[in-house]
C-alpha cells in the first residue's frame, strides 16, 4: 500500500484540457442521445441498437466521471451537468451515495459492499433451486448482459420502496428522479415518437448491459483484500466507453485521478501495480467473452463462511454498471 501511495503522488489528478475534453463528451453524448431519439425510424435497428446503448453506456461513464470531481471543481456543477435520467432506472444521488460506500467497504462483501454481487451464504441456502440456476446464469458473461438489468433495476427499486415505506425521508430523491424521467419519457414519446417499449429495448436495457460488460470481472473475493480488483486493459472503443475505468485497480487506488489521466499511469507503473493485485489482469472483454460466455466466472455464493449480510445490496452501476449499472 504504502508502495502504490509513493506512485500514486507522481501524477495529477487533472488538467484542464483533458476536463474541456470531459466536458465536450458530455455535450457530445447529450447530441447523440437527441440525435438518434429523433432519427430512430430511419436507422436500422441493428445500428441503432449498439449505437444507443454504448450512448448511455457512455452517459454512465461520464456520471461517474463526476461523482468522482470533474470536470469541474464543484460537485453540483458537476452533478447538474449529467443529471438528466437517460437509463431512466437510476436516481444519480443514489448512485452517488452508494458508489462513494463501495469506495469505502470491504470490496464483495455482502452487506458492507453496495456493489458486490455476491449472495449472502444464508440467502443462498434459502433460495430454490430455479433462483439458484438464475443466479448462476448471471454470473456468466450472457447472463450478466441479459438478465443483469433486470436484477439490477428490481433490487434498487424494491430497496427504494421498502426505504420509503419505513422513512419518507427518501421521497424527495424518488420524486426528483421521476420529475426527470417525465421530462425523458416526454421527449421521446412526444418529440421523437418513440414508443416506450422501444426506448427500453433498444437504448436503456442495452446501455445497462454494456455497462455491466465492464463491472463484470472487475471484483472478486480474495483473502488478500488488494488482489480483489481487476485490470482489464481492453482495446480503444471500451478504453473510452468506459472512460478507462477498465484500469480498475487504478481507479480504486487513486479515484480522484482524471479518466484521461489513467492509462499513462497504468503504463508507468504496470508492473508494480500487476504485483499489487495479485496479477489479476485480463488482455480485454473479447477474451472474457469467450471464456465466460456461459460458463459462471465466479460462484455466486459469497466464498467467506462468516458473511454478515441478510441479503444483496440493492444499489448498483453496470453496469455500475454500472455495475453493473454503473458501478466501479
Not at 66 to 93: D, E, F, K, M, Y
Not at 256 to 277: G, K
Amino acid at each position: 500500500m504504502q508502495e502504490y501511495r509513493r506512485i500514486a503522488t507522481q501524477t495529477p489528478a487533472s488538467t484542464v484540457a483533458g476536463e474541456l475534453l470531459t466536458g465536450s463528451l458530455i455535450v457530445g453524448t447529450y447530441t447523440a442521445w437527441v440525435f438518434l431519439t429523433l432519427f430512430w425510424r430511419d436507422i436500422p435497428l441493428p445500428l441503432l441498437v449498439p449505437m444507443a446503448g454504448c450512448t448511455l453506456a457512455l452517459f454512465g461513464s461520464l456520471q461517474h466521471e463526476a461523482i468522482h470531481g470533474h470536470p469541474t471543481t464543484c460537485r453540483r456543477i458537476n452533478l447538474a451537468l449529467v443529471w438528466v435520467p437517460l437509463s431512466i432506472w437510476l436516481p444519480l444521488t443514489v448512485y452517488e451515495s452508494s458508489h462513494r460506500a463501495h469506495h469505502l467497504s470491504d470490496l464483495t462483501q455482502p452487506g458492507n459492499d453496495p456493489e458486490s454481487w455476491y449472495v449472502p451464504n444464508a440467502r443462498w441456502r434459502l433460495m430454490s433451486k430455479g433462483t439458484r440456476a438464475l443466479w448462476r446464469f448471471n454470473q456468466t458473461f450472457l447472463g450478466r448482459m441479459l438478465v443483469g438489468p433486470w436484477i439490477s433495476v428490481y433490487a434498487l427499486w424494491r430497496e427504494l420502496v421498502n426505504r420509503l415505506t419505513r422513512n419518507a425521508s427518501s421521497l424527495g430523491v424518488i420524486a426528483t428522479h421521476l420529475a426527470g424521467v417525465a421530462g425523458v419519457l416526454w421527449w421521446v414519446s412526444t418529440v421523437a415518437g418513440m414508443p416506450l417499449h422501444v426506448y427500453l429495448a433498444a437504448f436503456v436495457w442495452p446501455g445497462i448491459s454494456l455497462t455491466l460488460v465492464r463491472s463484470f470481472v472487475e471484483h472478486r473475493y480474495d483473502d488478500v483484500p488488494g488482489h480483489r480488483t481487476a485490470i482489464v486493459r481492453g482495446g480503444p472503443l471500451t478504453r473510452l466507453l468506459f472512460l478507462n475505468n477498465n484500469f480498475h485497480v487504478v481507479h480504486h487506488r487513486q479515484p480522484e485521478l482524471a479518466w484521461y489521466l489513467i492509462p499513462r499511469f497504468y503504463e508507468r507503473h504496470s508492473a508494480e501495480i500487476q504485483r499489487l493485485n495479485g496479477g489479476y489482469c485480463f488482455d480485454g472483454y473479447g477474451s472474457i467473452a469467450r471464456r465466460y460466455f456461459l460458463t459462471p466466472w465466479t460462484p455466486p455464493e459469497f466464498p467467506r463462511a462468516d458473511s454478515r449480510a441478510g441479503d444483496r445490496p440493492d444499489m448498483r452501476r453496470a453496469p455500475s454498471r454500472q455495475g453493473s449499472a454503473p458501478t466501479g
